[in-house]
């Protein structure tokens, strides 16, 4: 059996991690044709778009991609490649696992938290405008639609993935009608599934209980806005950007990316931390139906960071990305 992927390298940093990442997937033995599809800032001389019509054919045909991140300019016009790839294929669950690796230095141990983030609703719908000159307005929408699908998707995720307890985090004393609205389908969606435990919390006083005591949750269900937040407050509890994966998860497709950006800062210097990228490449394993090689890759990346010796230097080490992956790939 063979699958087709598409590999998109993005730009910046983004190259270096997507080869680790692909080389550790080869070394599972799966095969992968992987079909290579370029966009970013750089596409726009020769296609006259950051997302050339040949990358979304091609996650079309597919189904399935493997994507590095892209540099958004600030100040332009460019439309965000991340927020266009949501719409194009309705990638309505964003899923961010944040875990904690014995051998990361962090404030907690034991952490295993799951954000599963609505990808394609509320303010992020960008439906605002200014009233008059001195006042702006921005529209929270949310569909009964799109909560079902997203409070769904989290507690068939919960049930496949053998975990316990789900959350739904909102605002709904506040914001009553939208909210309201989800945390209202949250509840009834809740009954269907007695073998997972239920509890809701308001997204504020949920970032107070992350930072103080996060052994106390598993999957967190969020309308957006929030779940952009909260997932990257979960990073920052696991060690940050460098260790954190994503799956896009939609109706005509999923792609699989790290969370962080394309690190210009750094980039082309072989130091970024390709972890993030490689644990992407095993939720794209697992979405495939490849368990054994999924969790293969997130026990190897699990034995090279706690033994210390190969780590990059976001993890106060001195391997480049390649000797990082390399050593990933002798633990496999
Ligand atoms: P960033 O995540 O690229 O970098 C923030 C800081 O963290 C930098 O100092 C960087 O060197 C460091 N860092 C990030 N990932 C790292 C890793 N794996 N290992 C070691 N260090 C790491 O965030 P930014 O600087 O705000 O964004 C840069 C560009 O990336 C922007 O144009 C932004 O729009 C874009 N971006 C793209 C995506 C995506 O394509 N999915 C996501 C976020 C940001």
Known sequence: MSYKVTLIPGDGSGPEVIAAAKRVVEATGVAIQWEQA???AAMIEKY???LPDETIESIRRNGVALKGPVTTPVGTGFRSVNVAMRKIFDLYANVRPAKTYPGVITRFENIDLVVVRENTEDLYAGIEHMVGEDA???IKL???KGCERIIRYAFDF???EGRKKVTAV???NIMKCTD???LDIARQIAKEYPQIEFNDSIVDAMCMRLVMHPEDYDVLVCPNLYGDIVSDLCAGLVGGLGLTPSANIGVSGAIFEPIHGSAPDIAGQHKINPTAAILSASLMLAHLGEAKAAADIEQAVTKVIS???TLTQDMGGTASTEEFADAVIAAL
């Open 142 to 144: 949310i569909t009964r």
């Open 158 to 160: 919960a049930v496949r």
């Open 48 to 50: 006259g778009t950051p």
């Open 170 to 172: 909102h605002k709904a």
């Open 180 to 182: 309201g609205m989800f």
């Open 136 to 138: 702006a307005e921005s």
């Open 307 to 309: 033994e210390g010796k």
């Open 38 to 40: 370029e966009a970013g």
